[in-house]
């Protein structure tokens, strides 16, 4: 089944300890993004990855990293996670860029104390 | 700027009864325009795109240039309609083909 896989699905953790979120397609998609979901704020895009080894900002990239090792992978790294990064995470891929249709991860909910 | 509002966060009709979900938007460039629905326990899904200018499940959606407006319309809502309903924007070609920009979303209850 072509989809996009997100893990862990639900973290709690504490300000400072590094995580990664993973984000996987089994599409053969060039592009991939990150996007956080907040109330009232629709969802805003973190970083984005042309292909593999290209990444890029989105509108809101501080306190994350991302890679693009691989073509299917392409993790969100937390380094020192911070209480405001409580969010709900959404990964998506397409087959090119942003004028293709957009396939979404069932999301990760994250908090940080 | 670019930018997109949704300006209203809750929508609730009447089943039957016609449905209009605003959008607007600013962009300097040449704009692609989508509409994303996420229903209760599933993912986010386009549900269309302005240059498809087909209907979904009876939704459509024509892009105003003039009023920057992207407007999503059915004549009769279903209660399974009921969903968050999001519009978003892109640029088209070259590097601007590679952000897409969200509006804060539109919640439609569909009452039986």
């Known amino acids: 089944e072509a989809q996009v896989t997100q893990n862990p699905r639900y973290l709690i953790t504490v300000t400072g300890k590094k995580l990664t979120v993973t984000c996987s397609q089994n599409?053969?998609?060039?592009?991939m993004s990150w996007y956080r979901q907040d109330p009232g704020l629709g969802l805003r895009q973190i970083y984005y990855?042309?292909?593999?080894?290209?990444?890029d900002k989105g509108d809101v990239p501080e306190g994350y990293k991302v890679s693009r090792k691989e073509k299917r992978n392409f993790p969100l790294i937390l380094e020192s996670p911070s209480p405001n990064q409580t969010s709900l995470y959404f990964c998506?891929?397409?087959?090119?860029?942003?004028?293709?249709?957009?396939?979404f991860g069932p999301g990760t909910r994250l908090t940080v104390t | 700027a670019q930018r997109v509002t949704q300006p209203e966060k809750l929508l609730s009709v009447f089943k039957g009864a016609p449905v209009e979900l605003k959008c607007n938007y600013s962009?300097?460039?040449?704009?692609?325009l989508f509409w994303y629905v996420q229903y209760s326990r599933q993912r986010l899904q386009l549900l269309l795109r302005?240059?498809s200018r087909e209907s979904i499940k009876g939704f459509t959606a024509d892009l105003n240039k003039g009023e920057t407006s992207f407007h999503l319309k059915k004549p009769f809502a279903q209660e399974e309609d009921s969903a968050m309903y999001y519009c978003?924007?892109?640029?088209?070609?070259?590097?601007?083909?590679?952000?897409?920009?969200f509006g804060s979303g539109t919640r439609l209850l569909v009452r039986p």
């Open positions: 998506a891929s397409s087959f090119r860029d942003t004028e293709d249709e957009q396939y």
């Open positions: 599409m053969n998609h060039e592009y």
């Open positions: 990855s042309m292909n593999v080894e290209v990444t």
């Open positions: 962009y300097s460039g040449s704009p692609e």
């Open positions: 302005h240059i």
């Open positions: 978003a924007l892109s640029g088209a070609g070259g590097d601007s083909s590679y952000k897409l920009i």
